[in-house]
């Protein structure tokens, strides 16, 4: 392990000098002088003096990988070494950050602020400057800036699809984390635990709290596997009704995500079968990522490859390409392939055409995709196709004329299942691609 973090701290000095070329060429084509990054404020909620669980602005973490300080900034002018402001406040009500030390500190001027309103005397006082984050109008004490303008913004985040060596190895260690944590899950759920037991097992295992993951952990037992986003989190063990087990959790390692589902059979039956046969198709889908493809198009063989399963497990009485024409396919794969992956889990830029902000349009009738770009070296993002028992929108095909050629009974007996979903976090390579996920759990195995 000290080996790995020796490398990501090597790798951040090439980061920083990566971030100080696209920033300078972003600012240059936008007008701008100086970049003032918040990091962030602490938000108190309604009618309390409790605060919300903070979340850092992710443009903030992409120069300094400080994720649970509020209240910080970076000043970034083109030519001069950045300078980071610090918050650490005299505070005996809250454990106050501690001093900033380690490998990410020395590209910066490090300047320690006790209060938000200190930052003030540190702002750039000549040129035209950028704020990049969340707006307060108590800002405007502060200097003459414009905030998170389009014209900046947009170029930042067409870089942001292109990963350095520092944000790969970041992602390739949250899948670490993942694929163990994963793997305790899968063991709860053998064992009989209810959901919500599977949760902490889950955060026990990745050594997270509830607010370090990156996105609220779907633990799914049977047909709340048919819920795509379901973070209820039953607290009653299946008992002898556990039929299956969708798991969609990823996991932090310094303010970069993984994101990974995976699906269990409680038993050696036809539902397992399914499932293998997808883990088969989800392979062949990765299998098509290379430079130069467009996303999009896997996109579309992803609605071939579950019809073929529709067809193949005798769901659906058409064959896999009469399945796509009439939509049917849709039904039982409503989302998108994938997405981007970084600093944040639905990262940035997947419908850019261009750094001016023009955008990339959806294929007609996939409204809910997250990437139409073609597919270049660096690229992070996922690969997770499903094939769901949507109640909702198996009531509308039973209602349409495609009613006809679907075998009820048999899709009626696997409602308790509630779905299937398998997704592994891909780097695009010059050649081809290194499959992040699967690399993590054979290291756990």
């Given at each position: 392990m000290d080996d790995r973090l020796d490398k990501i701290a090597t790798l951040y000095r090439a980061h920083i000098t990566v971030l100080k070329i696209r920033h300078d060429a972003a600012m240059q084509a936008s007008g701008f002088d100086n970049v003032v990054v918040f990091g962030g404020a602490q938000h108190i909620q309604f009618l309390d003096d409790m605060g919300y669980p903070f979340k850092v602005n992710p443009h903030f973490k992409y120069w300094v990988p400080v994720v649970d300080n509020p209240h910080c900034a970076l000043i970034y002018t083109p030519g001069v070494k950045p300078r980071l402001l610090y918050y650490q406040p005299v505070d005996y009500w809250h454990k106050v950050a501690g001093p900033p030390t380690g490998w990410w500190t020395p590209p910066f001027d490090i300047e320690i602020i006790t209060t938000p309103d200190a930052a003030k005397q540190f702002m750039p006082k000549k040129g035209r400057t950028a704020f990049i984050g969340e707006w307060d109008d108590a800002f405007k004490a502060w200097g003459t800036f414009e905030s998170n303008p389009a014209a900046l913004m947009n170029r930042l985040h067409f870089q942001?699809?292109?990963?350095?060596?520092?944000?790969?190895e970041n992602v390739r260690m949250a899948n670490d984390i993942g694929?163990?944590?994963?793997?305790?899950?899968?063991?709860?759920?053998?064992?009989?635990?209810?959901?919500?037991?599977?949760?902490?097992t889950y955060l026990r295992a990745a050594s997270h709290t509830d607010d370090q993951v990156p996105y609220g952990n779907i633990i799914a037992l049977n047909?709340?596997?048919?819920?795509?986003?379901?973070?209820?989190?039953d607290r009653n063990a299946p008992g002898a009704n556990r039929h299956s087990f969708l798991i969609d959790a990823g996991a932090t390692f310094n303010g970069y995500a993984s994101d990974i589902t995976r699906t269990y059979s409680a038993r050696k039956d036809e539902f397992q079968q399914l499932i293998d046969a997808m883990d088969e198709k989800q392979q062949e889908l990765c299998d098509e990522v290379a430079p130069g493809v467009n996303y999009p198009d896997i996109h579309l063989s992803s609605h071939r490859k579950v019809a073929a399963l529709l067809h193949d497990f005798k769901f659906v009485d058409l064959d896999a390409d009469a399945i796509v024409e009439t939509r049917i396919s849709s039904t039982f794969l409503p989302h998108g392939l994938g997405h981007y992956l970084g600093l944040q889990v639905h990262d940035v830029g997947g419908f850019q055409a261009d750094a001016e902000g023009a955008t990339i349009p959806k294929p007609e009738g996939h409204p809910w995709l997250r990437l139409t770009r073609k597919i270049e070296a660096t690229n992070v993002f996922t690969i997770e196709p499903g094939l769901y028992f949507i109640d909702?929108?198996?009531?509308?095909?039973?209602?349409?004329s495609n009613a006809k050629h679907v075998n009820w009974t048999k899709v009626d007996e696997f409602r308790k299942f509630g779905g299937i979903r398998i997704e592994d976090n891909l780097v695009v390579t010059e050649n081809g691609?290194?499959?992040?996920?699967?690399?993590?759990?054979?290291q756990v195995s």
């Open positions: 942001r699809s292109g990963k350095t060596e520092y944000e790969i694929a163990r944590a994963h793997v305790a899950a899968e063991r709860a759920f053998r064992e009989g635990q209810s959901e919500f037991d599977i949760h902490f047909e709340n596997a048919s819920v795509l986003h379901y973070y209820h989190h909702s929108l198996l009531a509308e095909l039973k209602k349409s691609y290194e499959n992040l996920t699967r690399q993590a759990f054979e």
